[in-house]
């Protein structure tokens, strides 16, 4: 949520959900032009040096998209400030290596992964790099990629979906991709809803094989946990109706 001022020009934004109370205050905020990127630069150019300030800005950067500007100040942020065990300073490091990745250093991530083994970005990290190489058609290194993920988070239910999804994408290793879904669902047996998306992640790898009756079969679990997504039940119509071509065809 983008808001602006009476010429057009960007005060502020807020991005993904906030609870009421935070959500007020920032709206707060905003109205009285308190934290955003004027302000905060404004600060910064009266000698607030401070680790918030510096921060501050090169998160509204990124708030923006602006990375060339964000990696800027994160940087400065880095120089000038080493607790290792600050939120700004992970979230920093993290960027810029998502950053120079970003623009052609391809070992950035694998760099930011092997030096900060206990980050809460590992998995983003991952999924940065698998995504990219998806993106760029180098399939033997996404292959890679997702091989070093697997082994991190090996029972981790959105890595093993991940995976398994992305196998029935390309008709890639489907073996293996339906032995990591029925692994996810196992494991997010506490989360039906979650539960549920993996499921259909198993049924469409199942429909890949071409085990239609075993697909339809899977989905109707999915369906059964969430009667009222439609998606699902778009899905067991795609199934049945390969299943009927199949049989025609023969």
């Known amino acids: 949520m ?3 001022d009476s010429e ?5 934004r807020i991005i993904g959900f906030l609870p009421p109370t935070e959500y007020l205050m920032r709206i707060e905020n905003i109205i009285g032009k308190r934290n ?3 302000d905060y ?8 040096v401070t680790e918030d300030i510096i921060a501050g800005i090169a ?4 708030d923006r998209s602006e990375n060339d500007k964000a990696a800027e100040f994160y940087s400065l942020l880095i120089k000038h400030y080493t607790d290792s065990s600050s939120d700004y300073i992970m979230h920093g490091k993290f960027f810029l290596s998502k950053y120079k990745f970003e623009n052609g250093n391809e070992n950035a991530l694998k760099n930011y992964v092997s030096k900060n083994p206990g ?11 698998v995504y990219h190489y998806a993106n760029a058609g180098q399939l033997e290194k996404e292959l890679k990629i997702y091989e070093e993920m697997l082994l991190l988070f090996s029972d981790d239910p959105n890595a093993l979906n991940m ?3 992305r196998m029935a994408e390309i008709e890639t290793n489907l073996e293996d991709a339906l032995l990591k879904a029925r692994k996810a669902v196992y494991l997010s047996v506490n989360e039906p809803i979650q539960q549920a998306r993996i499921i259909d992640t198993e049924a469409e790898v199942l429909w890949k094989m071409g085990r239609y009756d075993d697909a339809i079969n899977a989905i109707d679990k999915a369906i059964s946990i969430d009667p009222e997504d439609q998606y699902y039940k778009a899905q067991k119509e795609k199934f ?11």
């Open 8 to 12: 057009g020009n960007e005060v502020d």
């Open 163 to 165: 995976y398994a999804w």
């Open 2 to 4: 983008v808001f602006v």
């Open 119 to 129: 980050s809460k970005f590992i998995h983003e990290a991952y999924e940065t790099m």
């Open 59 to 62: 998160m509204k950067y990124e």
């Open 240 to 250: 049945i109706q390969s299943k009927k071509e199949t049989i025609q065809s023969a």
């Open 36 to 38: 955003t990127l004027d």
């Open 41 to 48: 630069i404004a600060r910064y150019e009266r000698g607030d």
